[in-house]
Nanobody
């Protein structure tokens, strides 16, 4: 079955960096878009960034543009989220997800079919 396992979360001071990883199994990884989403306490889940199946197209929420970078290694079935210049408002549980519609590049979380368990990112001021 499809499994997505995130790692790399933690606590960091404002201005710091973290790198999240999401290892996928049970799916032909190189054919599907991947996304990172986050949910802060009391807030709705929001799209952070997404990447298409080749890695050639990406999307970023305005709030993270210029600070976060998504990438993927199809040989390792892994998608990454490099987060720099972190702010307290980036504090949330971060989830990776896979869109299992063949070669669709969606940004809306409702289009994503499989989700990881989430990893906590906490940024202190």
């Amino acid at each position: 079955q499809v499994q997505l396992v995130e790692s790399g979360g933690g606590s960091v001071q404002a201005g710091g960096s973290l790198r999240l990883s999401c290892a996928a199994s049970g799916l032909p990884f190189m054919s599907y878009a991947m996304g990172w989403f986050r949910q802060a306490p009391g807030k709705e889940r929001e799209t952070v960034t997404a990447i298409n199946w080749t890695g050639g197209s990406t999307y970023y929420a305005d709030s993270v543009k210029g600070r976060f970078t998504i990438s993927r290694d199809n040989a390792k079935n892994t998608v990454y989220l490099q987060m720099n210049s972190l702010k307290p408002e980036d504090t949330a549980v971060y989830y990776c997800a896979a869109d299992l519609t063949f070669r669709r590049f969606a940004m809306n979380s409702r289009e994503y079919d499989y989700w990881g368990q989430g990893t906590q990112v906490t940024v202190s001021s």
